[in-house]
């Protein structure tokens, strides 16, 4: 019982820190899941930037959420097509869970009080008015 | 006795957790996990195969399962 209990002690001091948006909270979040292997993720990220940029002074800020298991992986995508937004790096898929996640890219759009106001699957250009009409909305109330 | 009854009982739901999160398609998405070396070609094939027998899938696929891609 001992073993037991130092192992789940030893466990849980060296389990790595949990993705989180708390340093965000206060803010209306666009949460955008992503991960290299993902083509419309890709399509998505200069839009993702142009938004950040256009409305990060209104309380706003997009947060990449992603869910390589390797980082190696994120790391190369990210070389090859920056983001200007804050990353959170979730490769155990706490955050995927919790948004209850059906596809990628999934987005979903928080309010400040971290409440789910819109949400939309995949990610297509011909879409993207549409997206930016529902973050004006959330941003006007 | 109970304990091993328990465990027992656990194999049993050891499949309930099946089927595989849109995130966790990491390895399956990758090229080299798809059966055909030519995607436009299987693309072609499946078009062909859903327009015959209005079913798709079942091919492998390259994206998250969005649908757009």
């Known amino acids: ?141 | 006795m109970k304990w091993l009854l328990f465990i027992l009982m656990l194999n049993l739901v050891g499949c309930a957790g099946w089927g595989v999160n849109p995130w966790d398609r990491d390895l399956m998405a990758q090229k080299s996990m798809q059966f055909g070396a030519e995607s436009v070609d299987e693309a072609y094939t499946d078009h062909i195969y859903f327009s015959k027998e209005g079913s798709s899938g079942g091919s492998g696929f390259s994206g998250g399962g969005c649908g757009c891609n």
């Open chain 1, 1 to 141: 019982m001992k073993v037991l209990l130092s192992f789940l002690i030893l466990w849980s001091v060296s389990a790595p820190a949990q993705p989180t948006l708390e340093e965000h909270r206060g803010k209306v979040i666009y949460l955008d899941f992503w991960a290299s292997w993902c083509t419309p993720c890709l399509a998505s990220f200069p839009w993702l930037n142009q938004i950040h940029e256009k409305y990060k002074s209104k309380n706003f800020t997009v947060v990449g959420v992603n869910l390589d298991k390797k980082r190696e992986k994120a790391d190369d995508f990210l070389s090859s097509q920056p983001a200007n937004f804050p990353l959170v790096f979730d490769p155990e898929g706490k955050l995927p869970t919790k948004y209850k996640v059906e596809g990628m890219p999934y987005s979903v759009i928080l309010d400040e009080q971290g409440k789910v106001i819109h949400r939309h699957i995949g990610f297509d250009i011909a879409k993207t008015a549409e997206y930016q009409k529902a973050i004006e909305e959330v941003l006007k109330k």
